[in-house]
């Protein structure tokens, strides 16, 4: 079946340090890649996408690349900040066949430190 | 646009009830997912249902069961509540998707009912 694995937290960082976040996949079709966060209390949101191969999503400074050969989706930011503290979510879709199912890695929590 | 919303957004019950949870998806979202957080098992899905019809189904129980309304407007109910299914269930909406080779169905979620059993 469909797996998504990404590393254990909590990740703790100091203000304007770099952060990845690994995350790689097995899926049984051509699946589309998330990063979503979760901040205290709250749902998720998503944060940046990607549907294909070599496709980069970007957003609020997060980048990740799809990379196929690898099947990795692996989250960066070059300067992190107080207000990222929250946990990520990295997650894929199988588009083909319809439907809207989700799945999710265990998240990784990361704190950011003054 | 009003976002995702789920009542109650707390509940505690004790083991052997029942208990129903709403949620009301994003105005013209036709598509309702649910899905089951724990600190054990993380982010597990529970069903999805679109136009009225469940569209896919997660590995649990027959206990977790759901509908959704003309409205779009879904609920799930949990039967027999155990110690285990204390969680956080999210629900999510989405529209239906643009056509083409890169289009996908973005999912906006709602904050949650924590359901606490004792």
């Known amino acids: 079946g469909d797996s998504v694995t990404q590393m254990e937290g909590p990740v703790t960082l100091s203000e304007e340090a770099f952060l990845t976040i690994n995350c790689t996949y097995t899926?049984?079709?051509?699946?589309?890649l998330f990063w979503y966060v979760q901040y205290p209390g709250e749902g998720l949101q998503l944060l940046l996408k990607?549907?294909?191969?070599?496709d980069k999503g970007s957003n609020k400074g997060f980048e990740a690349t799809y990379r196929k050969e690898t099947t990795s989706f692996h989250l960066e930011k070059g300067s992190v900040q107080v207000s990222d503290s929250a946990v990520y979510f990295c997650?894929?879709?199988?588009?083909?066949?319809?439907?809207?199912?989700?799945?999710f890695g265990t998240g990784t929590q990361l704190k950011v430190e003054l | 646009k009003a976002g995702v919303t789920q009542t109650p957004r707390y509940l505690i019950k004790t083991r052997g009830q029942q208990v129903t949870l709403s949620c009301s998806p994003i105005?013209?979202?036709?598509?309702v997912s649910w899905y089951q957080q724990t600190p054990g098992q993380g982010l597990q899905f529970l069903f999805e249902?679109?136009?009225?019809?469940?569209?896919n189904k997660g590995n649990f129980p027959g206990r977790f069961s759901g509908r959704q309304f003309s409205n779009s407007r879904s609920e799930m109910n949990v039967s027999t509540l155990e110690l285990g299914d204390s969680a956080l269930y999210l629900c999510?909406?989405?529209?239906?998707?643009?056509?083409?080779?890169?289009?996908?169905?973005?999912?906006?979620f709602g904050p949650g009912t924590r359901l606490t059993v004792l």
């Open positions: 999510a909406s989405s529209s239906p998707p643009p056509q083409g080779p890169s289009s996908f169905n973005e999912q906006f």
């Open positions: 899926a049984t079709g051509y699946p589309s």
């Open positions: 990607a549907t294909k191969a070599d």
């Open positions: 997650a894929l879709q199988i588009l083909t066949g319809g439907g809207n199912k989700l799945t």
């Open positions: 105005s013209g979202h036709r598509s």
């Open positions: 249902y679109f136009s009225e019809t469940q569209r």
